[in-house]
């Protein structure tokens, strides 16, 4: 196990007494971001349900920043090795990190990303606000080109949903040496899988809505960096932008944290099971998934995570049959996101922004922490249910 060891000037929420830094990250998602242990105090945050305080304290007007929202920062900072910043979604915070660019700044990003950020993105380029250039050349190596006179490079790693992996150090290298900044969206591999900032990267950013919450009850996003100034200026940024999470959403968030160890664990094994068996099974035409030898980025994956995270993509061949997986499935939920505790699966390509390099027969499962043969039963089921391939 890792250590969550780290140097975080993160102020203490309440003023506790510095948490120690050498914990253990599973002794660490546990204790972080608590109360101090004295004498008739609450054991877990609070839920403060106020815009307003009394003048004259730390804390004026809930969106400058609150208790809870330090506690949030302080423990997804200490995770992640740097300065977090929370978000009321992950988009949020992918926002603020573009919006903090210079106008006409040259952003490189990879082919497969999330597609709200994809999105996002090509809207900006359009605009003239930023010059948006490609990561890969066609063959898919990096191309190192295209980092003349960037500001900053954009990765996601594994990706959703081709789950393409990135070699974060080397392409972190190369990056700097060009002068460009790193972002790396560490939504899939959480930082339990994976730290980013330690691989040389200069933020992280997450979808807390995923892995941190962890039980599909929550919206919120995290930047992480280790610069203390960048971390700063985003907080008060943030003020502006007017993006911050509500009370019960930390509470939530918290929470959802003290189990990521051990969720993530029991997924990714899981995940890791499926997709082997999944391999082998005459319904599905491939699989992606970084833990299996045959996935292009394997050994870069297995050099710089740790398990290789809870989602599986498959290609059922045509689109009609990946539709019937997702209305097949009877402990398989057909729902959008991941991360959560229940197992969830859907053919991306029913969003009409998701990109077309994105087959229409491919179904994305996000592996949830229920009992792992029960997952592949009702999966082995479905796709022997499914129409057969067309020969
Ligand atoms: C990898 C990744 N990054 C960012 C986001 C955006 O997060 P949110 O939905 O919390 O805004 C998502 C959402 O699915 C995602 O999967």
Known sequence: MPSASTESSATPPHGKPSPDFSWAVDTAVVHLGRPPTLPGEPLNLAITPASAYVAGGEVEYARDGTTAMMAVEQTVGVLEGGHGVVYSTGMAAASAVLDGLVVGAIVVAPPHLYTGVAVRLRQLNQEGRITLRPLMDSTGEVDVTQFTGAHLVWMETPSNPMLDIID??????????????????????TPIGQN???????????????SLGGHSDLMAGVVVTAQPVAAERLREQRVLLGSVPGALECFLLLRGIRTLTLRYERAHTSAQLLAERLAGHH?????????????????IAQ????????????DLGTAERATELCESTKLWIHSTSLGGVESLLE?????AKESPLVPDSLVRLA??????????????QALRSLTPTPS
């Open 196 to 210: 980013p900032l330690a691989l040389g990267a200069d933020y992280v950013l997450h979808s807390a809505t995923k």
């Open 303 to 314: 050099r710089q995570m740790k398990g290789f995270a809870a989602l599986i993509s498959i």
């Open 168 to 189: 974060i150090a080397a392409v972190t290298q190369l990056a700097h040496n060009a002068g460009a900044q790193v972002l790396c969206d560490n939504t899939f591999a």
């Open 283 to 299: 319904g599905v035409t491939k699989v992606h998934y970084p833990g299996l030898p045959d996935h292009p980025g394997h050994d």
């Open 347 to 351: 053919r991306r390509r029913r969003w």
């Open 367 to 380: 592996v949830g922490i229920e009992n792992a043969e029960d997952l592949w039963s009702d999966l082995d």
